[in-house]
């Protein structure tokens, strides 16, 4: 158990729909990444926060948003959905920047858009 | 562009010997590397990492060699064990003084041991 939690695990939805995605971040970490796993593909960033401030942003479509709360936790909103957007999404956390750290990963929420 | 590469999708070794997978960088920025393994239904899971000041990192069975001129590093499973069979991510961040970086990962590796 990484300390990472996501919800939800499973979600599927339709075209043209917008689902939420939360992330629950290890107690003490600051840092919330989100990435997505496509179809057996490496890891894409999509958008890193650290301590409610967006910090870095990577190839994170224009549908999509995110926030981190004062609480820490994250959301993640996918709106418009295409098909194309059926994939995995981690959120991971670190305490604050990787410079000889780790990110700890949460197990994922698949999203299925039909 | 593909920062960091993992060539070979995937790689069957038979128990007990050596497994070695690959990886390889373009950006010479990347400072700190670390190996991540992932099980099915599961979130990768960190494994071994390493320092650019170093070539080489042991933790007990894992070992990652890096070598900087070839921007090139290598993890070595030895002996390789059933459990071990699982995608493995190379991954890599390059330190700009802000505070939090975003990892680069490569399209990993699936390693199969059969018993």
């Known amino acids: 158990d990484s300390g990472v939690t996501q919800t939800p695990k499973h979600l599927i939805t339709a075209t043209g729909q917008r689902v939420t995605l939360r992330c629950s971040p290890r107690s003490g970490d600051l840092s919330v990444y989100w990435y997505q796993q496509s179809l057996d593909q490496g890891l894409q960033f999509l958008i890193q926060y650290y301590n409610g401030e967006e910090r870095a942003k990577g190839n994170i479509l224009e549908r999509f948003s995110a926030q981190q709360f004062p609480d820490l936790h994250s959301e993640l909103n996918l709106s418009s959905l295409e098909l194309g957007d059926s994939a995995l999404y981690f959120c991971?956390?670190?305490?604050?920047?990787?410079?000889?750290?780790?990110?700890?990963f949460g197990e994922g929420s698949r999203l299925t858009v039909l | 562009d593909q920062q960091v590469k993992q060539n070979s999708p995937s790689l069957s070794v038979q128990e007990g010997r050596i497994s070695i997978l690959n990886c390889d960088y373009t950006n010479s920025m990347f400072d700190y590397f670390l190996w991540y393994k992932k099980y099915p239904a599961e979130g990768p899971t960190f494994l071994i990492s390493i320092s650019s000041i170093k070539d080489k990192n042991e933790d007990g069975r894992f070992t990652v060699f890096l070598n900087k001129s070839a921007k090139h590093l290598s993890l070595h499973i030895v002996p390789s064990q059933p459990g071990d069979s699982a995608v493995y991510f190379c991954a890599a961040s390059a330190e700009d003084g802000y505070a939090g970086n975003m990892l680069t990962f490569g399209g990993g590796t699936r390693l199969m041991v059969k018993p």
């Open positions: 991971a956390s670190s305490v604050a920047g990787l410079a000889g750290g780790e990110l700890f």
